[in-house]
């Protein structure tokens, strides 16, 4: 019992320190923990959550799961990741977006919001029960400039193990099932060879988000990213990316040589360098031709492994 109320004792802290680096928590803190609490309320009655973000005008279902990311976004809303309302300053009507680890396609949807009819979005999630949402999703928005993918990108083509995490937006690719390691058989594919057989030339924008795999998946984006310069929001997750067997900087490290820079937004940048921030964050990789067209108040990080 000791051991147990140790175990809840460190998650609370643990939640404690994350939730005090969250735009919404300390904007609304008390609307914040009153929507979190309604949400695992949902959760406990078995009842799926359809969720407007009015901010964008875009509907999203998720499934009564209270280990899943959903409750984050139920929570914080049009504040749940500060690169999320960052699209609207490096998109526009008519450009293309590629989600890769889309999940349930928050990102996807919003841009598919922005670039319009004109433009495209391809997500790209391998999870086959999140693949399905993404495309519920997808369709509650009747979204047909939004083109969902059930692969894992990587640098080849193939097949790979993704291990299930804890919940559905911790699964990674990795070494093959082992004991009681549960997980699914995915396709891997490389981005340059999805965008080349669909006749996608230009790519304004990628985020990526997979659980340390984010090196491999820009190996594979190679010629995109020289061909199109399109502005990279990548996850730095140094616990996953040695799990991968990556290295924590080598998306950084490849992006670098292509001739980016590198800025952190939000409460990460202000943290950054300190004990506070959090073990994982979202970096900003800018072409260097383009840094001048940013605002200043972005705080560009000139050197990367210093600020973290």
Not at 5 to 21: C, V
Not at 107 to 123: C, D, N, R, T
Not at 177 to 198: F, H, M, Y
Not at 296 to 308: K, Q, V
């Amino acid at each position: 019992m000791t051991k147990r109320l140790a175990t809840y004792a460190t998650k609370a802290r643990e939640m404690w320190r994350f939730l005090k680096t969250q735009d919404a928590f300390r904007r609304a803190p008390l609307l914040t923990l009153w929507r979190s609490a309604a949400w695992y309320g949902r959760c406990f009655a078995g009842k799926p959550t359809i969720l407007e973000l009015p901010r964008w005008k875009v509907r999203m279902l998720f499934p009564s799961q209270r280990r899943g990311f959903g409750k984050f976004i139920f929570a914080f809303r049009e504040y749940y990741e500060p690169e999320l309302a960052y699209l609207e300053k490096i998109l526009s009507p008519g450009m293309v977006f590629v989600d890769v680890g889309a999940n349930f396609g928050v990102y996807a949807l919003v841009a598919g919001q922005i670039v319009g009819p004109a433009g495209k979005v391809l997500a790209f999630e391998p999870t086959a029960r999140s693949f399905d949402v993404l495309r519920q999703n997808i369709e509650l928005n009747r979204f047909s400039n939004v083109d969902a993918f059930e692969v894992a990108l990587a640098d080849r083509r193939g097949k790979a193990w993704l291990n299930y995490g804890w919940d559905p937006v911790g699964n990674w690719i990795g070494e093959g099932p082992r004991g009681e390691n549960r997980g699914e058989v995915a396709q891997t594919e490389s981005l340059d060879t999805i965008l080349e057989e669909k006749g996608v030339w230009h790519v304004n924008a990628i985020k990526i988000d997979v659980e340390g795999g984010e090196e491999r998946v820009l190996r594979g984006a190679a010629r995109c990213l020289v061909r199109s310069s399109p502005i990279v929001i990548f996850e730095f997750n140094p616990a996953c990316a040695l799990r991968c067997g990556l290295s924590p900087w080598g998306a950084a490290d490849f992006l670098e040589r292509l001739g980016y820079q590198f800025m952190l937004l939000g409460e990460c940048a202000r943290l950054a360098g300190t004990a506070s921030r959090p073990d994982y964050f979202n970096i900003v990789a800018i072409p260097e031709h383009a840094a001048q067209e940013f605002p200043c108040s972005f705080h560009f990080a000139d050197d990367l492994r210093a600020r973290i």
